[in-house]
Structure formats: C-alpha cells, structure tokens
C-alpha cells in the first residue's frame, strides 16, 4: 500500500476481521497520521498497531460475531470477532478519540508499510487524564 493513499484520506473505508464475520465502516479524518502502538498489559500481547476514530465515523455494518472484552478498572472496551478472534476496534473513555481501530483490518492497508509509529505509555497511562504517546 501507498502510504500516500490514507494519510490524508477522509472517506469511508471498510474494515474486517479474518473471516468477514465482523465488519465496520470507519471514517479516518487524519489518515493514519494518528497511528499507534500500545505497551499496556493486553495491547502489548495483542501487538496491533491502531488508529483513532471518533464516534460518529465508526459504524458496524456487520457484528453478529462481535465480542466485547474488558479488564482491569474497565474504562475500554475492547471488541473482537468470536469467530476468527481478530481485534477490530476498542472504545476509549477519552473524549475526541473515541475509538482506536485496527489498522491491519483496514482493507488496502498493510500495518508493515506504516510503520515506524509512536508507542503510547499504555503502563501508566490514566483514562481520567490524556493519552501519554512517545
């Protein structure tokens, strides 16, 4: 993929698990200059890179498979197909990023080419105060 192609893409892209189980429309107002790494407890295990969407431009056109997971003080929510259990999406308690998705569901994108990207402090971030992104 051309990284061209999403950095300052602002219309409707389709995002997928594995097995088309689960399926979003999402909408990337800053492209993928909003692209990130997480070294918290789970994402580190997980080891997806994602990118912020706001509310309004994320819709779930197919979820009939869609699984939520929660841990710790449970300030996310953090989706999945019951299928294939690929991560598509998380919701975040921080207004103006309401969700982080997938960028390797992304369809035409491969997370190799946008690398390198910012690691956020997931060890100590706060969901009452800001995201910490190094």
Request: with cysteine.
């Amino acid at each position: 993929m051309k990284m061209g192609r999403l950095m300052g893409r602002s219309d409707d892209i389709k995002l997928t698990c594995h097995c088309g189980g689960v399926e979003l429309r999402v909408r990337l107002v800053d492209g993928l200059a909003t692209a990130k790494r997480c070294d918290c407890s789970f994402c580190r295990r997980r080891g997806a890179m994602s990118a912020d969407v706001k509310a309004g431009d994320l819709e779930v056109v197919r979820g009939d498979t869609l699984r939520t997971y929660q841990f710790g003080r449970k300030a996310e929510e953090h989706h999945f197909c019951g299928v294939c259990g690929v991560y598509t999406h998380h919701r975040r308690p921080v207004a103006g990023m309401e969700f982080g998705v997938n960028v390797g569901g992304l369809e035409g994108v491969n997370p190799r080419d946008v690398d390198p990207v910012p690691w956020m402090d997931g060890v100590n971030w706060n969901p009452e105060g800001t995201d910490a992104v190094s």
